[in-house]
């Protein structure tokens, strides 16, 4: 059979880079690629790639390689490895099987540029302020007063600039002008790492700022950030990572001849403090522009009055290329309403609970104070700023010039629905106020649809949470006096958060910073980067689920991103955490020692004590043991590490049937009669027959009706619930806890009016007032987990081997739903799964992206194989769709 070439590959990415990165860290970068259309039955045989490297020196290679292989997913790099400032432009096209195979058009040009990858590359020195300032250990309130310093120097370029390159990091935030104009658009820059281990730098082309010869000039604005600022809960502290701020930068020109010429951070540079009075994360910002410094970071300013800069010596082998995107400015809301109060307050509602931070274009004589605060419900028709805790959220502007101008607060971030304005002049025009929503610029890859309004606006909730948390690292919250990387969070929430967005950088470089911890304190701590943190986080005691997040979340990439480097990485930390619960379970391989979270936040907890959750927490530790074991089990195999592969599974055994003697009766039902218990059980396999799972299941359905739909589980159990149900059988149970309003449910938030999934399921109490406990918040993800159900189960769209290489479809329609559906950007391309029930008919539409196939898995149907393509099937309603409570689950559940 004559085969027509298939469409040219698109998408050409390094690693996990987006399109046109500079400064990326790797030598011998993977490239990944997407056909997106083939002729029926084509298959890649082999790949060509086309390029050049383009060198410091001037010097150029070019590079070409065709490649037999079906791989299409971070396949190694074709060529030399790169070297520090190379850049880097190639395209790539594909060849199918058989005599008649043709090539494929070529891609478009995919580029990218190395930045720098050894210590000796860098000549800059960490500068900033040379006055001694307050250290947190020594005042914490002295430290909260320390003013932002400025840093400045002045350059001569004699000759056009070809091209220049800025890379610039800092202990604290900056934020970098030149000549006046601020560079990049990135925020809250370089980010939060363990920076004794890592510290990130960016890489900027300002080529643009430097083009005309002449003199120059660089000026950096710092802040404490998270490096040295107040963190944490219970009061929080100060100088976490270090008592010093700095900038390090290098600025590195190519001249209109051909040389080169560096200017970088050093005993020159000079300092002070400008417009900026304070700013800290929670704090807020105070910004008096009466302050300011006009021409600071232009050339020709005069500086004698400013104090040489300090000079602190860093390793600098800990710098390293970010993984992934950083954070912007993602999108803009304004206000959907707007309250003037009788004294002159503007209280404004922006419609949708969110991370950023407000964007106004005031006017008014010098002096005037306009005062910003922030919060995510109203009580009593006030901002409601008790959840914040010890979080003022608040920003503060004082004005120099009469006349309109803009100003947006540059080194916080709040969460926030509503906004409260004081000391506005003059009437509010419909662009004088924005609000900047802020988080890591990840692409947005999943979307999922259905005929329930409430359950689309749940699922809108989920990727707002994701979206208000995913800012740098992956945090529970956005708005109180904690916004830590929790560890028990993220490992159940990444499924979701990787079929929604492209996190596979972000998380990569997140659990560098896991590993590093891990290392320093003998375990997983409960939040990474590890700060004090109250009076009981120990970071040296293990706690399950946040522990696992060692094991489960690498995996959880791998079956998303198919990134094996990434799970060989890991390895050796997932191993550590196996290898110490392994030893604290002992003989008897049932984790039944050290203080457990478990089902954290179980509805029936009481709110001033959520670790009174009513299944046994060594029930959940013993259960994430044998989860653990046995993922790594299998990461092992897939790395080809067989012994590793045969012992963890013997150990995964071993703990599984400790488990069931201890927490499993004859008949099947798990101690404590709980929700999470059953569930946790037939979702980890931890049943010693098929009489036993099908008793637990029948059991479990049974607890849903005597619950009368309403959910039972926490942390733990609400990630498995539903599919432990629907894989056991009871499909309309799984739907009747989906679509429950009452609380507690999912679906109760959306029916008090909640745009973001909540860290309580009754943060807010029916009464509409806010749940008394301290710890309440309006935006967490974890309980969001339940999407990533919604993708596989209801929409049916799974992946079946990793990175979606191959897809299962398998829907399981119920609820009362009439349609659903999920769209993904999978490595390989778009697919999607879409079914509608009409007229007594199932019709469902799938489209499989070139690359993969997909297993088609129906209700009652024997399972078939789809090429890559649209597919339709239509089938009587009846033979798919579950409708109420089937004779079966009726009798099980006692109903009959």
Not at 373 to 398: I, K, N, S
Not at 404 to 413: A, D, G, L, Q, S
Not at 427 to 452: A, I, K, Q
Request: hydrophobic residues 40%; contains cysteine.
């Amino acid at each position: 059979m004559v085969l027509s070439s298939p469409a040219a590959p698109v998408h050409v990415r390094f690693e996990h880079h987006e399109a046109g990165a500079l400064g990326i860290g790797e030598h011998s970068p993977r490239l990944s690629w997407y056909v997106p259309d083939a002729p029926e039955g084509y298959e890649q045989a082999r790949y060509q790639v086309e390029g050049e490297v383009m060198s410091a020196d001037g010097s150029s290679r070019a590079v070409h390689a065709v490649v037999d292989s079906r791989e299409q997913v971070l396949v190694p790099w074709p060529s030399a490895p790169l070297r520090s400032r190379d850049a880097v432009r190639l395209r790539v096209r594909v060849e199918g099987d058989g005599e008649d195979g043709a090539w494929s058009p070529w891609s478009g040009w995919a580029t990218a540029e190395v930045g720098l990858l050894d210590a000796t590359d860098w000549v800059a020195r960490m500068v900033g302020p040379a006055e001694p300032e307050p250290t947190g250990a020594a005042d914490e309130a002295a430290a909260g007063r320390r003013r932002p310093p400025l840093v400045r120097t002045e350059l001569s370029v004699d000759q056009p600039v070809r091209s220049a390159r800025l890379y610039v990091t800092a202990h604290g935030l900056v934020e970098v002008e030149i000549d006046g104009a601020r560079v990049g658009r990135d925020e809250l820059v370089p980010g939060w790492t363990s920076y004794t281990h890592r510290l990130r730098y960016l890489t900027y082309d300002v080529t643009d700022l430097l083009g005309a010869a002449g003199p120059h000039a660089i000026g950096a604005r710092l802040a404490d950030g998270w490096y040295r600022g107040h963190i944490g809960f219970e009061g929080g502290t100060h100088d976490n990572f270090g008592s010093d701020i700095g900038l390090l930068a290098q600025l590195e020109l190519v001249l209109a001849d051909g040389t080169r010429q560096t200017f970088a951070t050093g005993p020159g540079w000079r300092t002070s403090v400008g417009e900026l009075v304070s700013t800290g994360l929670y704090e807020g910002e105070h910004h008096d522009e009466r302050l300011a410094v006009p021409g600071w970071s232009r050339p020709g300013f005069d500086d004698t009055a400013w104090a040489p800069v300090q000079v602190t010596e860093i390793d600098l082998a800990t710098l390293a290329a970010p993984d992934g995107a950083p954070v912007r400015c993602t999108d803009e809301l304004r206000p959907v309403s707007v309250d003037r109060r009788p004294d002159g307050r503007l209280l404004l509602d922006f419609g949708q609970n969110h991370a950023g931070r407000l964007r106004i274009r005031p006017h008014g004589p010098a002096g005037t104070t306009i005062r910003l605060r922030h919060a995510e419900v109203l009580e009593d028709g006030e901002l409601c700023t008790r959840p914040l805790r010890g979080a003022a959220a608040t920003d503060v502007l004082v004005l120099g010039q009469d006349g309109p101008h803009e100003w947006e607060p540059r080194f916080t971030i709040h969460g926030y629905r509503y906004a409260e304005i004081t000391g506005w002049v003059g009437e509010l025009g419909p662009d004088d106020v924005v609000s900047r929503v802020l988080h890591t610029d990840m692409e947005r890859t999943g979307w999922f649809r259905c005929s329930e309004p409430d359950v689309e606006r749940l699922h809108e909730n989920v990727v707002w949470s994701l979206r208000s948390n995913f800012v740098d690292i992956p945090t529970d919250c956005p708005q109180r006096d904690e916004r830590l990387g929790w560890t028990g969070d993220i490992q159940v929430f990444t499924p979701t958060a990787s079929f929604l967005y492209d996190t596979a950088g972000m998380l990569a470089e997140w659990l560098r910073s896991v590993s590093a911890e891990q290392q320093r304190y003998g375990t997983v701590p409960w939040y990474v980067p590890f700060i004090p943190g109250g009076h009981w986080w120990d970071p040296t005691k293990p706690g399950a689920v946040w522990g696992d997040v060692a094991t489960l979340t690498p995996w959880a990439l791998h079956e998303r991103f198919a990134d094996r480097d990434l799970l060989a990485r890991q390895y050796p930390s997932a191993k550590a955490w196996v290898e110490q619960v392994e030893g604290l379970a002992g003989p008897g391989r049932v984790w039944d020692q050290n203080l457990q979270l478990g089902d954290w936040l179980d509805p029936t907890a009481p709110p001033e004590n959520p670790l009174q959750a009513r299944t046994d927490p060594h029930l959940v530790a013993t259960a994430y043991f044998a989860r653990s074991a046995r993922v790594l089990a299998r990461s092992a195999a897939v790395l080809g590490l067989e012994e590793d592969a045969v012992r963890f599974d013997r150990l995964a055994d071993e703990v599984r049937d400790a488990f069931a003697a201890r927490y499993v009766d004859a008949d099947g039902h798990v101690a404590g009669d709980t929700q999470t218990g059953h569930a946790l059980a037939l979702v980890f396999d931890l049943l010693p027959d098929e009489r036993a799972r099908a008793a637990a299941a029948t059991r479990l359905a049974g607890l849903v009706e005597e619950s009368g739909g309403t959910i039972a589980t926490g942390f733990a159990g609400t990630p498995v619930v539903c599919d432990a149900l629907s894989a056991g059988g009871a499909v309309t149970s799984a739907y009747r806890l989906l679509l429950e309003r009452r609380c507690p449910s999912w679906l109760y938030p959306v029916t008090m009016g909640a745009t973001t999934t909540w860290e309580r399921w009754d943060s807010l109490l029916p009464d509409g007032t806010v749940n008394p406990g301290d710890m309440t918040s309006f935006n967490h993800y974890a309980l969001g987990a339940v999407a990533d159900w919604l993708h596989r189960v209801v929409a049916g769209l799974a992946p079946d081997a990793p990175g979606y290489r191959r897809i299962r479809v398998a829907p399981r329609p119920g609820g009362g739903l009439t349609h659903a559906g999920a769209t993904h950007l999978t490595p390989y391309g778009t697919a999607s799964v879409d079914w509608r029930v009409s007229a007594g008919r199932f019709v469902l539409t799938a489209v499989v992206p070139v690359g993969t196939t997909a297993v088609l898995d129906l209700p009652g149907q024997a399972p078939r194989t789809l090429g890559h393509g649209e597919h339709t099937v239509e089938l009587p309603a009846e033979a798919v769709v579950a409708s109420g409570v089937s004779e079966g689950e009726a009798s099980r559940s006692g109903l009959a």
